[in-house]
């Protein structure tokens, strides 16, 4: 039995088998309740290529420096006749123009391809784990003469490897569009060799995403996340989101993506790290009408990583769980410099002395009794962080759909 952050959801997988049982033409459009988008394109139940996610320039000019090595991206010069940066292929045409120029061969072309659909699926497997996704087809662009053709079958099996791999690394909630930047030198001086540290004050300066890492140093980008995972756990490395690349045509103009970042919310983000689903439940049912975003908790080993990606303005912590007690878990929280400042509001069944004084010790903030209520919980929010009017958000419930046009 897989555990659950190794799963990619049934519906999306028998939505990319049908494409191929059908012999599929067309377009699979595919977007997140985040607003993330992808586009893979079918021909006769085969995938010959994939557009969207964050980073699509960054993305091409990556797989062009790694597969095409004897050409300067940096040269390169497109007529804007030539190529249309609107057109949702427009990378799959400029791969076209190369081929036609002889300035790449067909080998180059199936390595680009085949790596390009590999990582949309992995950002797909991804985001499919945290967001609700809806598909639709569309038939209205077919690519008539694809320069390569991609197993369905191989693609998908490869998706859900990748996507198991790196959830068992503890990796599932770092993308590897984000790059690392060194937060604490002086700390990470005293931990690793001269060499190590110098590679990695080259390195670590939030300009490289962990892809970019991987082609720089010829590796997969998992072993490179996975030995950074314990100075990103201490607070000496962040993992930070960055821009996509501009990308330049002929006439000089640089054109940035037009991707959508996520739709964020403009309250602030709170946090709950709680075993029961129950008090998340009851919390999220206070938070939300308020105009807050709502991040749950369950699983106290996942809590450190989860609130290092998602960094909320304030935290509520269950002080008895399994495995890590709040106790823990804040005093960890408090040796992270991001987290030195944020509220932490200890969650508790007792109203004992110790408990205060000891939740006090290991950095916490204020204290509230269980069961919780919506007047403690608004009452102390408003103590420590700015809330925005209540709305009526009514139902706020979204249908996973995987439809057809």
Not at 89 to 98: C, F, G, P, R
Not at 304 to 317: M, Q
Request: net charge neutral; glycine share 4%; proline share 6%.
């Amino acid at each position: 039995m897989s555990h659950p952050e190794m799963m990619v959801s049934s519906e999306l997988l028998d939505e990319f088998r049908t494409c191929t049982q059908i012999q599929y033409s067309g377009k699979l459009n595919i977007k997140s309740s985040k607003g993330h988008k992808w586009i893979f394109y079918y021909r006769l139940g085969r995938i010959v290529w994939a557009t969207g996610g964050n980073h699509p320039f960054r993305r091409w000019r990556r797989h062009m420096t790694q597969h095409c090595p004897e050409l300067d991206i940096d040269k390169m010069e497109f007529n804007s006749r030539e190529i249309s940066i609107s057109n949702d292929y427009w990378d799959y045409k400029l791969l076209e123009i190369l081929h036609e120029k002889q300035k790449i061969k067909r080998e180059h072309i199936n390595s680009v391809v085949e790596r390009t659909i590999a990582e949309l699926l992995f950002d797909l497997a991804q985001q499919a784990h945290f967001n609700q996704i809806q598909c639709d087809r569309s038939a209205d662009v077919i690519l008539e003469a694809p320069m390569s053709f991609t197993s369905a079958d191989m693609s998908l099996k490869f998706m859900q490897d990748t996507w198991k791999n790196w959830s068992e690394a503890g990796l599932a909630n770092f993308s590897p569009d984000l790059a690392p930047i060194l937060r604490r030198e002086e700390q990470l001086q005293q931990m690793v060799s001269p060499a190590v540290y110098k590679n990695f004050v080259n390195l670590m300066n939030g300009k490289y995403t962990l892809r970019d890492l991987a082609v720089k140093m010829k590796q997969n980008p998992l072993p490179i996340a996975r030995s950074l995972l314990p100075y990103v756990l201490k607070g000496i490395i962040e993992l930070i989101k960055v821009p996509d690349l501009p990308f330049k045509i002929g006439d000089g103009k640089n054109i940035s993506t037009a991707v959508p970042e996520e739709e964020k919310p403009r309250g602030p983000l709170i946090a709950c790290v709680d075993d029961s689903p129950q008090v998340c439940q009851m919390l999220e049912q206070i938070l939300v009408p308020h105009g807050m975003r709502f991040i749950k908790i369950q699983d106290p080993v996942q809590a450190l990583p989860i609130l290092i990606e998602n960094k909320p303005d304030l935290i509520f912590l269950d002080l008895v769980m399994p495995v890590a007690s709040g106790y823990e878990i804040c005093a960890q929280l408090r040796r992270i410099s991001v987290f030195a400042n944020t509220p932490v509001i200890i969650l508790t069944g007792s109203d004992g002395l110790f408990d205060r004084v000891r939740a006090k010790v290991v950095g916490s903030t204020d204290f509230i009794t269980k069961p919780v209520v919506a007047d403690k919980v608004m009452g102390v929010i408003r103590k420590y962080i700015q809330t925005p009017s209540p709305t009526n958000s009514g139902s706020n419930a979204q249908t996973l759909s995987f439809g057809h046009s």
